[in-house]
């Protein structure tokens, strides 16, 4: 008999993605099935979950995410998060999932306008999501950032209401990047389109520091293959 | 036709750019209160019907030009 085949989880690459390819190889460690998807193609294949890469699509211009949000796949990504389907945006991911309004909020450049690298301690807010289920309740990851623009923002009414809806799963210990309420990951109502600036992908393995990475994909994967690819 | 789109971090928006040019011109000796950085964008729109542009303008500014939640804009046409 075969060994079980891992979940297939789309990783779109976008011109200027430039950490596709960890999230594809930490998603393969964990045992899911990767697969590359440019962002020109019209449609997605058949997966079970999307990830959005970090990186610098189409150049950072204009906003962060602004432009790839129009890229062709995002029709399909769209319609896979309508569905149901899983998708994370980690890092320009985030800011995608902002601009293309799959999440609320928006990204703006980091309060101290340095650019940020390092490993930071996040606070797990909620660990019953289909992205933290590994974690235990009230645990802390070390997890690293490195963005320019990390600094997110929703005013007053809608940060309430975000609060309220349990929508702020990840938050800084000691914020990096003057966000809002302290937040690096929030998830939509719906509970199936999460986004977070620091990179599980660069912490699943002892040799890069913390493989506290993996609890987070680790969830997705776990995730992914309890539900049956959507065709898009 | 010839338009001209303005883009404004909102009242109240963080503006760590505006700040540090601020802070830079101070430095200079300058009287400044406050410093605030926007975008320009110059749109060369050809010969079309001027409502029309106009209509169109408003949408390029919602859909792509400007993010409603963080930034105002303000579009002027040039003949």
Request: aromatic share 6%; hydrophobic share 40%.
């Amino acid at each position: 008999m075969s060994p079980e085949r891992g979940p297939r989880i789309a990783v779109v690459v976008f011109p200027g993605s430039n950490d596709d390819r960890d999230a594809a190889l930490a998603l393969e460690d964990l045992g899911a099935e990767p697969t590359l998807v440019w962002h020109a193609e019209p449609t997605l294949p058949e997966v079970s979950a999307v990830v959005l890469p970090g990186g610098f699509s189409y150049g950072d211009y204009l906003r962060c995410g602004a432009i790839a949000r129009f890229a062709p796949v995002m029709d399909g990504v769209t319609h896979f998060a309508a569905e149901g389907g899983l998708v994370l945006g980690i890092c320009n991911g985030f800011q995608v999932l902002c601009e293309a309004g799959l999440l609320p909020g928006t990204l703006r450049p980091n309060a101290s306008l340095s650019f940020v690298c390092r490993d930071v301690t996040l606070l797990v807010e909620r660990a019953d999501t289909p992205f933290t289920s590994r974690c235990e309740p009230g645990r802390s990851l070390s997890i690293p950032v490195k963005h320019g623009e990390g600094c997110y923002f929703a005013d007053g009414e809608l940060l309430a209401e975000l609060e309220a809806n349990g929508q702020l799963v990840l938050r800084y210990e000691d914020n990096p990047n003057g966000s809002i309420g302290a937040v690096a990951g929030v998830i939509n109502t719906d509970g199936n389109v999460f986004g977070l600036m620091p990179h599980p992908e660069h912490a699943v393995d002892p040799l890069l520091g913390s493989t506290d990475g993996t609890l987070i994909l680790g969830s997705l994967v776990d995730a992914a293959r309890d539900r049956s690819p959507v065709p898009v | 036709m010839r338009a001209t789109v303005l883009v404004r971090p909102k009242p109240g928006i963080l503006d760590p750019q505006g700040e540090a040019v601020e802070s830079s011109l101070r430095q200079l000796g300058f009287a400044v209160e406050e410093a605030r950085i926007g975008k320009v964008v110059d749109l060369e729109l050809g010969d079309g019907d001027p409502e029309q542009a106009k209509a169109d303008l408003e949408r390029m500014c919602v859909q792509l030009l400007a993010n409603p939640l963080i930034e105002s804009y303000e579009i002027t046409v040039t003949q």
